[in-house]
Structures are given as structure tokens and as C-alpha cells.
């Protein structure tokens, strides 16, 4: 199995038409089974699935971990906090093929004030806060996004350096001297709103708390 630090970072969110089709047609039904996980957008409407929705059109092929156990040893922080903010971030420049221009996408930045560490301690140097770099579906504007933003609620991060080497801007999205971060997988951004939490990047909602997504629980919620 290709270990998931083994692959190279992905930050872009899938968005073609075909992409955008299928995720709001996911988002607008049910899952039809049993079990506790529900598509996000098939149950009561919150400000939790509101966020969700500005991230429609993401998708990440990835290395599933068995549980919250072993994503967490390949994470180097793990925490739950409070998104504060979200910023623009660093710009990529993706090649496109043989004399084109590389196209310039836009990623994301949450500011996020940690109330835990799991797992690691706050980086050497830190103001206090981690800032975590996420794709941009779409490429909006990131004040939709912060206007989204579920402030009381509590969200779990699986993190590892963001070290993107396309990117044409290295030192933005953060102040200077403070490192940036990003989800190992999908798995490792999850927000729960006090009902109930959810898979952000996954388009997944469980009804469950947050401490189910958390060492030392040994297999996620289904």
C-alpha cells in the first residue's frame, strides 16, 4: 500500500462540469441505507451543512486509514479548535500541457485556534495559531467561504506540512514565520456542530460527536 505522506499533495477539488453534476446530485439525496452516515444535505439543514455546501465540487482520491488510531500515526498534529477565519492562501501554478501557460489555481487558508493536541505540540515559534491549507472549489472568492464558517463549532484535524513546490507564492496565506498545513486525506477534516459531525472534504454526515473521529477509537463511524 502507497503510504498516504508517499503521495505527492493534492489541493485541487475536482471541477469540471461532470464533477459539479455528480456532487450536487450527492448532495441533494439520500445514502438509501441504514447506517448512521447520511449524504450531506439529505437531513435537517444546519449552519454545519451550509459549510459543507460551499465545498461542493471537492474530491480527493486517497489511502482510507481503518481508524481515527491510524490516521493519526500518520499525521504529524492532531487537534480539535475553532475555525476563525478563512483566507486566501497560496496560489499553484499546474502545467497543462505541452506550450501552455500554467494555470494559476487558488487554495485556502483557515485560521484555526486549537483548544487540544491530540497528538503533537504547537509548532515552535507558533502565534498561537495552526493555518491549515485546503482546496478552492471553483475558485470563489474566499469571503464565501468565511461567511460560511460554523464559528461555535468544533472541528478535528489530521495535519502534515503543506509542502507544495508548484506553488508561485511559498509565503502566503499565513504571517511570516509561521508554518501552513493541510488534512493528510479527506478523512482528517472533520466539524461537529453538537448534534452530529461531519466529513467536510467527504461530503459525509454522521450522527455521532466528535470524540468517535478521535484516538483512541479504533474504526471510524459508518
Not at 459549510?51 to 481508524?67: D, E, L, M, P, T
Not at 475553532?82 to 483557515?110: C, F, S, Y
Not at 471553483?138 to 506553488?167: C, E
Not at 508554518?179 to 478523512?187: D, V
Amino acid at each position: 500500500m502507497i503510504h498516504p505522506r508517499a503521495i505527492r499533495p493534492v489541493l485541487r477539488a475536482s471541477t469540471t462540469l461532470a464533477a459539479l453534476a455528480a456532487t450536487a446530485a450527492m448532495l441533494s439525496s439520500c445514502t438509501g441505507n441504514d447506517k448512521a452516515s447520511t449524504t450531506i444535505g439529505s437531513g435537517t439543514e444546519s449552519s454545519v451543512v451550509e459549510f459543507a455546501r460551499v465545498f461542493g465540487g471537492y474530491s480527493q482520491n486517497y489511502v482510507a486509514a481503518k481508524s481515527p488510531d491510524e490516521l493519526a500515526g500518520w499525521s504529524d498534529l492532531v487537534t480539535t479548535g475553532h475555525i476563525v477565519a478563512i483566507t486566501e492562501g497560496r496560489k499553484l501554478a499546474i502545467a497543462v500541457g505541452d506550450n501552455q501557460p500554467d494555470l494559476i489555481e487558488r487554495t485556502l487558508v483557515m485560521k484555526i485556534r486549537p483548544d487540544r493536541y491530540v497528538k503533537g505540540v504547537p509548532p515552535v515559534g507558533s502565534d498561537g495559531y495552526l493555518y491549515v491549507e485546503l482546496a478552492n472549489p471553483g475558485q470563489r472568492d474566499p469571503s464565501l467561504y468565511d461567511a460560511a464558517v460554523p464559528k461555535d463549532s468544533l472541528v478535528a484535524l489530521y495535519l502534515i506540512p503543506s509542502q507544495d513546490p508548484m506553488a508561485v507564492d511559498p509565503a502566503a496565506g499565513r504571517p511570516e514565520g509561521q508554518e501552513i498545513w493541510r488534512p493528510i486525506t479527506a478523512q482528517g477534516f472533520i466539524v461537529d456542530d453538537g448534534t452530529q459531525s461531519y466529513a467536510i472534504l467527504d461530503h459525509v454526515g454522521y450522527g455521532t460527536s466528535l470524540s468517535s473521529f478521535l484516538p483512541p477509537s479504533k474504526a471510524f463511524p459508518q
